[in-house]
């Protein structure tokens, strides 16, 4: 007799389905597991038993094969224990066979037959659904997280007796108390108000077109300048994410092993990994599991550099992939995993190592010598890609005085400007495979139809001629000037827009 | 007569009964040489039958067949080869088979019996 049931294989975000069959045959006692296990599912066979035992459904005294399909997939992790268990147990006629043919099985099993909940419960309930299977059968501790997926029905139970009971084992059921995740507060990523920073109104202009445009952005400035703060206050100027978006954001989270909670996370993520980072650690990395790094957890939303020179360089350059096609390859001998990569690079910086350089009320100490070499460390590949660079200065005690008598912006004022000039931009570009100004190319907004009057780009036109941007540069600064049309909520931009998207791009020319 | 050892002994007469019962002819019972002892040695028809027997007054410390180890039946080969050395044109095939008995101090004696086991 044989069990045969489904599992998932998570590799990246994507999943595979696992078919998994156990054979019971007449020989001595005995459990054995092939098909490319790792040490963590080859374990399992000790856990299943143990369990089966312990929550009253006990296994045969027979030989147990339990084969996992296809062989050549690598397969990792504690999640199929749950599925090798209902295998085995349809194969000695305990639960029946049928039942547990047409539902996929995620879960790990403790030593007492309850069901501990796994990572990444939501994307593999995705590629179960997506497989075309209509019913799944996860821990109690991950039934939010997967009822979450919208078509398939979601069976929870919190332990192996209760599962066999599900598919028509005869067993009286048992209370058994749930195994829970500890239950982490998540981080709100959204530190303050936009209205309580004091800061020259153009910096806080500067974030409102990085937000409607979705352009990278590279902050120079003094130490006490406001830059981590204008930083941590761009996810909360970002719309709110769609459908699409935010069941990829959740599915990261949940491989990642961040908690999910009830919902699908609605908000854009930010990210602000160490500048002691690695490249793995920035991108995601592993031997055999590939995980999700700070990049491909902040899709969708803000990663923020802070020091951004102080990064390796080897790391810095790991971006320049993710920036480019909006996906993040890891290539490994046996396999490739790919992420989401689609985040908002957000890069701060001090001019100089003493940090002082250019400003007003100090002097620099610093060689010239090495603060050359300082923002040197910046490569040029990566810089190009950056649409917005901005100096943000210290604020002067007259700006002090003026920020009490002035209503300042609030962040939902901002988000609702925002989420108006990206409506506006997404009307141009519905015939058009980008949604976003900072994804169109320049040769497209140089074309017949957007190409904009020789009086309105000669400001640009002189830049280019006199060698003070390269032509790269110049179609940067007209995606910058859209995005500046879009928030003034004109047709097309004018010469004030183009100016000041040239004076977006100016501060590493200072 | 330990205890133990009187169970065992109980416990190969069952499964000698058991054999006999099943039309299995038996040839020798508790043959012993420098490798060890064989419980149960049987003809099936052409085939010479080498039989391991285990008893257990319950399964609290496991099923009896949990105990016949890789290393056991490894062991059990080589005596069967010793066998068939000192019973030449005995039979040209052999098989060694696994018997489970279970004699609880009251109900009714359980006895299972797995063919071909390695």
């Known amino acids: 007799m044989i069990g045969r049931t489904y599992a998932v294989s998570l590799l990246g975000l994507e999943g595979a389905i696992v078919e998994i069959e156990a054979d019971l045959s007449n020989n001595l006692p005995g459990f054995v597991l092939i098909g490319l296990p790792d040490t963590a599912l080859g374990e399992a066979k000790d856990r299943v038993r143990a369990a089966a035992t312990n929550s009253g459904c006990g296994l045969p005294n027979r030989k147990i094969t339990v084969n996992l399909s296809p062989a050549a997939l690598p397969k990792h992790g504690s999640g199929f224990d749950l599925g090798i268990a209902v295998a085995a147990l349809a194969a000695s006629g305990t639960i029946s066979a049928e039942s547990i043919d047409r539902v996929v099985h995620i879960g790990e099993l403790g030593l007492d037959g309850r069901l501990r909940p796994v990572n990444g419960v939501l994307p593999a309930v995705l590629a179960a659904s997506r497989a075309g299977f209509g019913t799944v059968m996860v821990p109690s501790g991950n039934a939010d997280e997967a009822s979450l997926v919208p078509g398939i029905r979601v069976i929870a139970v919190p332990s192996l007796r209760d599962a066999a009971i599900w598919h028509g084992g005869e067993f009286e059921p048992e209370p058994v108390e749930i195994i829970t995740r500890p239950s982490v507060e998540a981080p709100t990523a959204e530190s303050g108000d936009l209205s309580d920073m004091i800061s020259s109104g153009d910096a806080i202009d500067a974030m409102l077109v990085a937000a409607a445009g979705g352009h990278h952005v590279f902050l120079l400035g003094p130490p006490g300048a406001g830059k981590t703060m204008l930083a941590a206050r761009l996810p909360g100027l970002l719309p709110d994410l769609d459908p699409h978006a935010a069941l990829e954001v959740s599915s990261i989270r949940s491989l990642a092993g961040l908690p999910v909670g009830s919902g699908l996370t609605t908000r854009p993520p930010l990210e602000a990994p160490h500048h002691t980072a690695t490249a793995a650690a920035l991108v995601g990395g592993g031997s055999t599991q590939i995980r999700p790094g700070a990049a491909a957890r902040a899709s969708d939303g803000v990663l923020f550099l802070d020091e951004a020179p102080e990064f390796a360089p080897a790391a810095l350059d790991a971006l320049r992939q993710p920036l480019e096609t909006g996906i993040i390859s890891i290539h490994r001998a046996n396999s490739v995993a790919h992420f989401p990569g689609r985040f908002q690079l957000v890069m701060a910086a001090n001019p100089c190592p003493c940090g002082q350089w250019g400003a007003r009320d100090s002097e620099c100490t610093c060689p010239p010598n090495s603060r050359r070499r300082y923002l040197a460390r910046l490569s040029g590949p990566l810089l190009d890609r950056i649409d917005i660079q901005f100096r943000v200065e210290r604020i002067t005690s007259a700006q002090l005085r003026l920020a009490g008598e002035r209503p300042s912006l609030t962040t939902a004022d901002a988000r609702a400007t925002v989420t108006a000039a990206r409506q506006r931009a997404l009307a141009r570009l519905a015939a058009t495979p980008w949604r976003l100004n900072s994804h169109v190319p320049g040769s497209y907004l140089r074309g017949r139809e957007l190409r904009l009057a020789p009086q309105v780009t000669s400001g640009l036109d002189r830049a280019l001629e006199r060698g003070g941007i390269t032509m790269r540069g110049y179609d940067r600064v007209l995606r910058v000037a859209w995005t500046l049309a879009d928030l003034a909520d004109d047709e097309r931009p004018d010469e004030t827009h183009v100016g000041q998207a040239l004076y977006l791009r100016k501060a590493m020319s200072q | ?118």
């Open chain 2, 1 to 118: 007569m330990a205890a133990k050892d009187e169970l065992g002994a109980r416990g190969e007469s069952l499964a000698a009964d058991h054999l006999t019962g099943n039309g299995l002819e038996i040839l020798d019972r508790n043959w012993r040489c420098s490798h060890g002892e064989l419980d149960i040695v049987a003809r099936d028809r052409d085939e010479v039958v080498f039989v391991e027997v285990k008893t257990r007054s319950s399964v609290l410390f496991g099923h009896p067949f949990e105990s016949i180890t890789s290393t056991k039946v490894a062991r059990l080969r080589r005596l069967a080869a010793a066998w068939c050395e000192e019973h030449p044109g005995s039979s040209a095939t052999i098989r060694i088979d696994a018997i489970a008995v279970i004699v609880p101090t009251r109900g009714t004696v359980e006895i299972e019996h797995l063919k071909r086991v390695s």
